[in-house]
C-alpha cells in the first residue's frame, strides 16, 4: 500500500520560481482560476498577500495566495481576524492523485505557524465549480450561505473555515 503524497507548501522561493510559472490547469478550470503568471505577479506587487508553492517534494504541483485581509477575497469585514484565500490549484499534470486535499491540510497546518492570530480563513468558490466546492466541503470550508456577485465569472459560495 502506497503512504500519502508528501506535500508541504511553503512561499514562493526564487529557486523554484520558474517552475511555478509552467504550471498550467486544465482549459475549463481557467474560468475559475487566473492563470499562474498574472496572479504570481499581483501577489508579488500586493502589500499583504503572500504567493505560496504547493510542493510534493521539492517539486511545484501548485499554487495559492493567502491574503492578509479578508476583505480583500469578498468586500465585507469579519468580528475575528480573517484571512484570505486566492488562486489555489493544482496543475494538471499532478491533479487527481490527492494533492489539493493533501494540499489544504498543509495550507492549514502552515497558517497556524505563519499566522497565529488568524482564527477564519475566507474563500470563494465558483457555482459552476462542483469539484472545487466538493474538496473544500471535505477539508471542512462551510458555505456561508452567502453568494458573492463579483468575480469575472458569474456568482461565488462563500465559504470559511474555522481556524484553532
Known sequence: MSESPAIRVAPVAPAFRQAVLALR??????????PIEASLADAENCHGSTPMAIL???????????ERHASSIAERDYAVP?????????GAD?????FGAAALSALVADLATRHPEARLLVLTVNCRNPSALALYRRAGFEDSGELYHGGRSGPQHLMWLRLA
Open 82 to 90: 480573517a484571512l484570505g484565500l486566492r488562486s489555489f490549484f493544482i
Open 25 to 34: 490547469v486544465h482549459p475549463d478550470q481557467y474560468a475559475f482560476v487566473s
Open 94 to 98: 499532478w491533479q487527481g492523485r490527492g
Open 56 to 66: 510534493h517534494g521539492a517539486t511545484p504541483v501548485g499554487y495559492y495566495r493567502i
